[in-house]
């Protein structure tokens, strides 16, 4: 969730779901609860959050109370567009969802509970930072009904977690991964690989470090430059050196190594896991096409082929809700060939593919070339998929300029 905000149509009064949607109710839908509170912005960071002093106007302690006043919105105006759906999936992220007390989260949780029910099993995730995590946090996060915990490591090393302006003790990840394990619920870790001055040796530390603490999941995701960061303020002025995109590669295929001889088996580029039963069903929802609503200040959301987004500071998040007015801010519905290009760039990056079938003639006219180049598995191509190879996925977007060019 970046901080720029697309330009697209703005909201009527009657909010986001334009006259006339029907759901397709053997469509899975999930919620986002977006939790912008951060304790300290990272110099990477452009998502969506805020510091303590840059708040003006909001309270976190209202949080939880003016979201659930987004929470019922959404009811209303989905039970207009068919069956109320349960969710599949709820996903507390940020920003640090763990800043807010435990008992917030719970409430939050409880009120989509209520909203649209749970299926049986459901997958619900909280974010969280090894600095907030106790036995008593995880245990009252489980109590409540969440599944998972997502834990920021980031890094094992000191001097990669200063690059990245990371404040927590590496210490703490372990105390986290205990915690949430005595309360019985499943971890992930998310890493970051490519920050100025990590060498190969300080990622395999990281990857090592991760890998002994036996997650049942873990994410890898290269470092990128955003615009308007920290971090592109200080390559610019020449501070620190841009990512290499070589060394980044090679990091990648590191983790691929490590993480496939650990027993754990990429599902998506940037993610792997122990068995298909851990893998962040939530973002594979993202990933294959299914709806959710996204709850909080910039959160975006899909339903029945509609994007839409919400205002992004928090204090105008809260004055929209106090007079039950919709925080969605700008709409679109893509048209044919967005969904289509949608598709191929998103189904690409699973492990079970695209179907070729779902290609254009000029891209199933592509598909030889990147079988002959390495880039797409020539035997499930064979099979009427499109599945990339390790190579294919260092060059994922190569691939889907070939696929829809």
């Known amino acids: 969730m970046g901080s720029a905000l697309p330009l697209a149509d703005p909201v009527p009064a009657g909010g986001p779901i334009p006259p006339g949607t029907t759901v397709d109710a053997s469509t899975a839908f999930g919620a986002y609860l977006h939790v912008p509170f951060c304790r300290v912005r990272c110099g990477y960071c452009d998502f969506n959050t805020y510091t303590a002093t840059e708040l003006r106007g909001a309270r976190q302690d209202d949080y939880a109370d003016t979201l659930l006043r987004e929470v019922e919105q959404a009811r209303r105006l989905l039970s207009t567009a068919g069956e109320l759906r349960p969710a599949s999936t709820v996903f507390f992220g940020g920003g640090t969802p763990t800043l807010l007390p435990a008992g917030d989260l719970g409430r939050m949780l409880a009120g989509v509970v209520d909203a649209f029910g749970l299926v049986d099993g459901a997958e619900v995730t909280v ?27 980031q890094s094992a090393v000191p001097h990669v977690l200063r690059a990245l302006d990371r404040t927590h003790d590496p210490a703490n990840v372990a105390t986290a991964v205990a915690a949430a394990r005595h309360a019985g619920l499943d971890v992930s870790l998310d890493l970051i690989y490519g920050a100025p001055g990590e060498t190969l040796e300080d990622w395999r530390i990281s990857l090592e470090t991760a890998l002994a603490l036996a997650p049942d999941h873990i994410s890898a995701y290269a470092l990128i430059v955003e615009d308007g960061t920290k971090l ?9 050196p841009m990512p290499d995109d070589d060394v980044q590669a090679d990091m990648y295929e590191l983790a691929d190594d ?9 599902y ?25 609503w996204g709850f909080g200040p ?8 509609t994007r839409f987004w919400n205002v992004k500071h928090p204090a105008a998040y809260a004055q929209r809700l106090a007079s039950d007015a919709t925080p969605a801010i700008g709409r679109e519905t893509p048209d044919a060939a967005a ?13 079970e593919g695209l179907p070729v079938s779902a290609l254009q003639d000029e891209g199933r006219h592509a598909v030889a070339a990147l079988i002959a180049d390495g880039l797409v598995d020539g035997p499930a191509a064979v099979r009427g998929r499109i599945v990339l190879t390790r190579r294919g996925r260092l060059l994922a977007d190569a691939v889907v300029r070939a696929l829809t060019e």
């Open 258 to 266: 490590l993480l496939g001889a650990g027993g754990y088996d990429w």
């Open 232 to 240: 592109a303020r200080q390559i610019r002025r020449g501070e620190v």
């Open 127 to 153: 974010e969280a930072n090894p600095d907030t995590v106790t036995d008593a946090v995880a245990t009252e996060l489980a109590e409540s009904g969440v599944t998972r915990l997502s834990i920021g490591m």
């Open 298 to 305: 910039g959160a975006h959301s899909h339903v029945a082929g």
């Open 268 to 292: 998506e580029v940037s993610n792997w896991s122990r068995g298909t039963e851990h893998r962040s069903r939530h973002n594979l929802a993202y990933w294959t096409g299914a709806d959710w």
């Open 339 to 351: 969904r289509d290009l949608e598709r191929v760039l998103l189904r690409t990056r699973i492990r």
